[in-house]
């Protein structure tokens, strides 16, 4: 089988209409790839796909959906003639801790970020080994490493997520597929100012956030390059890692970065003018 170049893929991105999904068929788009944007907000993703030319295309997309998953990798097989990289960005939150939270929230964030991701798994997985080759770079979260307070079900989806991803890699190493996870931190996108809105949730700003734009150069790059694992920042990420399979240590370290976190939180939000 022919080794296609860089400039030949074809990548489907879901979640593509704001945030880090537009970042990356942004910079796709411009190293020369062909994307189709996929989003559940119909309107704002074909805008996003506009924007970006004749090398863009775009399907409203639900991820939770089988059919939806069916329709979407037949648009990019009727626009661009196939799939080679599926990008699987998509995600939710609901915040507040978890006694605050309702049932149906907590379904929501498993249901889009672990079983919406799940299910483009398996539909790229049948299309993806049928054409004889493909990559699935999903996009986890840090918070797969470690049990943050204020988001215990996002935690949770996540931890999931790395769970299935590894082991759905596992099980096709001897297919034709490649598998890529990133693990981005906290970013600047309207989750970020979801969480500024909640204190609940102040361990996010704890630590340096990112522009969206860093986590899609990594994205990006992983096509090209096809690292099995990607955490940010890369070496404080690879010692949260560590740290993060011992639960007596968190209990201890986490509370000060949640302290940390509502300092600098308080910092960031807007003060009405003092009367003088």
């Known amino acids: 089988m022919a080794v296609r170049s860089e400039r030949e893929q074809v990548v489907l991105v879901t979640g593509a209409a704001n945030g880090i999904g537009a970042a990356i068929a942004e910079l796709a788009v411009a190293r020369g790839h062909r994307v189709m944007l996929t989003d559940v907000d119909e309107v704002a993703v074909v805008s996003r796909a506009g924007s970006l030319g004749s090398r863009a295309a775009a399907c409203v997309l639900d991820i939770r959906s089988p059919e939806g998953w069916t329709r979407a990798f037949e648009a990019a097989e009727a626009d661009f003639g196939r799939v080679d990289v599926l990008v699987n960005n998509a995600g939710i939150t609901h915040t507040g801790v978890t006694r605050d939270l309702r049932s149906r929230h907590h379904r929501d964030i498993v249901e889009?970020?672990?079983?919406?991701?799940?299910?483009?798994?398996?539909?790229?997985?049948?299309?993806?080994?049928?054409q004889g080759h493909g990559h699935i770079i999903n996009i986890c979260s840090m918070t797969s490493f470690l049990p943050l307070p204020g988001y215990a079900t996002y935690c949770a989806s996540k931890y999931g997520l790395r769970a299935f991803h590894h082991s759905v890699a596992i099980e096709e190493r001897d297919g034709p597929l490649d598998f890529t996870i990133i693990h981005p931190p906290s970013t600047r996108t309207g989750m970020l100012e979801q969480e500024m809105a909640d204190p609940s949730c102040a361990i996010a700003f704890a630590e340096k956030s990112y522009a969206p734009q860093r986590i899609a150069q990594a994205v990006v790059d992983a096509i090209a390059t096809k690292p099995v694992e990607v955490v940010f920042p890369p070496l404080a990420g690879r010692v949260q890692r560590i740290a993060g399979v011992f639960p007596r240590l968190m209990r201890r370290v986490l509370p000060l970065a949640e302290a940390r976190g509502l300092r600098r939180r308080e910092r960031l939000l807007p003060h009405p003018a003092t009367d003088r």
Do not use: K, P, S
Not at 117 to 128: D, F, K, P
């Open 112 to 130: 889009v970020n672990l079983l919406g991701t799940i299910t483009g798994v398996c539909a790229a997985l049948e299309r993806m080994t049928a």
